[in-house]
């Protein structure tokens, strides 16, 4: 399947399930939902500053689009575990008392034939309008979560949102931006990929969403057997996925050249890179790992083997089947643009829609982080 282009052109955190503090009513909570091809993830959080603090959060793998490769339908069991989990994202909107939201869905509702048919019985059943958001607008939501992460000295930037349905990648020059505006040319990036005013702004060189992500990709390889042949395919199918995707064509400089990457996989290599046998949002976000120790890990894994992937804590239960078709998309970027070292997030579309209704409704202070 060919890449989306636009016109012209985990380690998974365990669900969370917490009372509700009892807290003052004077500022508005916001919520964000992004209900993605294998996870249904929410946050609700209070503007605070420059940023904004977390009240709340919650995190399931549902597996929405399993079998969606092979029937180009959502199945009646992806729906119920989806439902459900969509229930008690209800609850905790309701016990908030949030109503400044965001709810979206993304690539497994794109591509499934009962897409709608689904979006209907989700609001029949729970009360909750979810949008079937664009690529162009989910790739933007990734690329402002990862703002705070962008180094001053930046000139090129890649952003790349690794997701269970597709992939993301966004080229930001960011040269005619003065060294302390890039973070907030990146913020601005809710109004759309366009400049719209007279100041520098960045500037996307170009962008594509390619309709292969850990769980699809994983899909189209499960029939071959030997796990390292598999691993191997896989990368390079991905690669080959990238050949309209302007900057692939040329090579670039290592100077004022930075990779961010946000996904499951990215964070849970930083956590075996660590050797985290729980995971820790606070040691993984913001890390820098070279090309060298992700390959190491990437590396450990393969020699583990399936059965050893499962019992490997590192990786844990909801990852373990997803990691392999993950790292190969990860190896197949550094491959493409050999790099020293890529930014890790742990952060991606929800905190992007936090930050995008924050920023409409003026509630962040203006400033650096």
């Known amino acids: ?69 092979r029937s180009g339908r959502l199945s009646r069991a992806a729906i119920y575990r989806t439902i459900q989990a969509l229930r008690v994202c209800r609850q905790k909107l309701r016990r908030h008392r949030v109503t400044r939201m965001r709810l979206v869905a993304t690539e497994a509702c794109r591509r499934a034939v009962n897409g709608a048919e689904f979006m209907a019985r989700v609001e029949r059943e729970t009360g909750l309008t979810l949008d079937v958001i664009p690529t162009e607008e989910e790739a933007r939501l990734a690329v402002i979560s990862c703002a705070p992460l962008v180094s001053a000295r ?20 960011l040269r005619d931006v003065p060294e302390a505006e890039r973070k907030r040319a990146i913020m601005q990036m809710h109004m759309g990929f366009q400049s719209k005013g007279t100041a520098p702004a960045a500037r996307v060189v170009d962008w594509i969403s390619v309709p292969l992500g850990v769980a699809t990709l994983r899909e189209q390889f499960r029939d071959v057997e030997d796990d390292a042949a598999r691993f191997a395919l896989m990368s390079w199918y991905f690669e080959e996925n990238l ?69 490997d804590p590192r990786i844990g239960q909801d990852r373990q089947t997803l ?3 993950g790292a190969a998309i990860l190896q197949a970027l550094l491959r493409c643009w050999p790099t020293d070292r890529l930014s890790v997030a742990d952060r991606g579309l929800r905190e992007g829609m936090l930050y995008a209704q924050m920023a409409a409704d003026g509630v962040l202070e203006d400033g650096e982080d």
Request: a neutral charge; one cysteine or more; hydrophobic letters at 35%.
């Open 323 to 325: 990691i392999m078709s």
């Open 243 to 311: 050949a309209e995707f302007a900057p692939y064509k040329d090579e670039q400089s290592r100077d004022g050249f930075q990779i961010v990457g946000t996904s499951g996989t990215i964070t849970t290599v930083a956590a075996s890179h660590l050797g985290l046998r729980r995971y820790d949002r606070n040691k993984v976000d913001g890390l820098t790992m070279t090309s060298d120790e992700i390959d190491r890990v990437i590396r450990s894994y393969l020699s583990l083997g399936p059965a050893g992937r499962r019992r």
């Open 154 to 173: 930046t000139e090129q930037l890649l952003v790349v949102d690794i997701g269970g349905g597709s992939t993301e990648l966004v080229w930001i020059d």
């Open 1 to 69: 399947m060919a890449p989306k282009r636009p016109i012209g052109a985990g380690a998974i955190p365990d669900p969370v399930e917490s009372p509700a503090p009892s807290l003052p009513d004077r500022v508005p909570l916001y919520a964000a939902l992004d209900l993605g091809t294998n996870s249904c993830r929410m946050l609700i959080a209070r503007p605070e500053g420059r940023t904004f603090r977390v009240i709340d959060s919650f995190s399931k793998s549902v597996q929405l689009g399993t079998g969606l490769e």
